[in-house]
């Protein structure tokens, strides 16, 4: 089997070694290649062909961002990001993604080099996912001519949609997504109204990300999204993110719903694991329950979605070509646990005809 073509792009010499030398132990993968900046990178691309390309965001001649916008319009590919775990690295991490990148990977501000060998797995695993990706072409827009080094643009908050009327707050929307998620998501909750039924979303991300990721939704969105807190009321026209590192779940308080917040051990190799949200939908929210699995790979979440179904929730599935990794929702359709499965653009349309459509709901 022909192994997966890699090029590294780090501008420090010791990173761009380590990664080698992580990806060279891998019988299935190779690096061809290794660039100190984004100009030496584009040329190398050019001449090697690689399958994936790790890319760093901070360096000379040509910031990542702006290398990455160029090459997601002229030559799309996959990319896995090497980010630094900071505030500001999520939020340049987070337009990365919304960009284009597949994934990335977050190393340490101190203690870089045993910090990225410790990433190995986590590296080698993203590489793999990233060469089966689909990838897209970006659509030249002000993302792509903003000048390097420019903070990115926030969009506007979509225009105003008729609200849905008065509906039950017994109903909540769970979404699990992970490769790919964060801008599915993201396509998801920007059209949903603001009176929709509180939205609860397990995406797979490391801690120190999903804050940024929340804060972000939040100035996009017509409902108000945040990193979602332990014993919080979960309440109607909010949306509540997984923090990285901890389980979501929710559970029962007299009249109301709350999150349940929780360190705990890995469920599908995650924390937060979408398994262990969709196990708390089925058990504690039953029929008022709508399911949603996203773009990811592997099979977080595919049985309890199942489990959900049993419940009497009603479960949408992002189709294969509209996917970023089909991993995911195949495996939910492959569980029974689907009761439509449909392009990522039809997803919030349907779900709120869904909703229109059942109106109020007795308590469970």
Not at 99 to 116: E, R, S
Not at 338 to 362: W, Y
């Amino acid at each position: 089997m022909a192994k997966t073509k890699v090029v590294v792009v780090d501008d420090s010499a010791l990173v761009r070694s380590i990664l080698t030398e992580i990806i060279n132990r891998q019988p299935d993968m190779e690096c061809i290649g290794a660039a100190a900046d984004p100009l030496v990178a584009r040329e190398m691309i050019r001449n090697l062909n690689p399958d994936v390309i790790t890319l760093d965001i901070e360096m000379p001649r040509m910031d990542g961002l702006d290398f990455l916008s160029r090459l997601m319009r002229l030559r799309p590919m996959p990319v896995v990001m090497v980010s630094t775990l900071t505030e500001r690295g999520a939020e340049v991490t987070l337009k990365a993604l919304e960009l284009g990148a597949v994934d990335f990977v977050a190393k340490p501000k101190i203690g870089v080099a045993d910090g990225i060998r410790l990433l190995a797995d986590d590296i080698t695993d993203k590489i793999r996912i990233a060469s089966k990706a689909h990838i897209r072409r970006a659509p030249p827009g002000p993302a792509a001519a903003a000048a390097p080094g420019a903070p990115p643009a926030v969009p506007h908050k979509p225009v105003s949609m008729a609200s849905l009327g008065r509906l039950s707050t017994e109903k909540i929307i769970f979404i699990g997504a992970s490769t790919g998620g964060t801008e599915a998501t993201k396509d998801v909750l920007v059209n949903l109204p603001a009176d929709c039924p509180a939205v609860v979303i397990t995406q797979h991300m490391p801690p120190g990300f999903t804050k940024s990721y929340a804060a972000r939704l939040d100035g996009l969105c017509r409902i108000r999204v945040k990193e979602a807190q332990d014993g919080e009321r979960i309440l109607p026209g909010h949306g509540y993110i997984a923090p990285g590192g901890l389980h979501l779940s929710v559970e029962r308080s007299g009249a109301n719903y709350i999150a349940r917040v929780q360190d705990g051990e890995p469920v599908n190799r995650h924390k937060p694991s979408v398994e262990v949200l969709f196990h708390s939908a089925a058990r504690v929210v039953g029929p008022n329950a709508l399911g949603i699995m996203l773009t990811g790979m592997g099979a977080d979440g595919a049985k309890a979605m199942k489990v959900m179904k049993d419940a009497g929730s009603y479960n949408l599935v992002q189709d294969e070509a509209s996917c970023v990794v089909f991993g995911m929702p195949r495996e939910a359709i492959a569980a029974g646990a689907a009761d439509e499965v449909l392009p990522l653009n039809q997803i919030a349309p349907r779900l709120i005809e869904k909703l229109r459509s059942s109106g109020l709901t007795h308590r469970v």
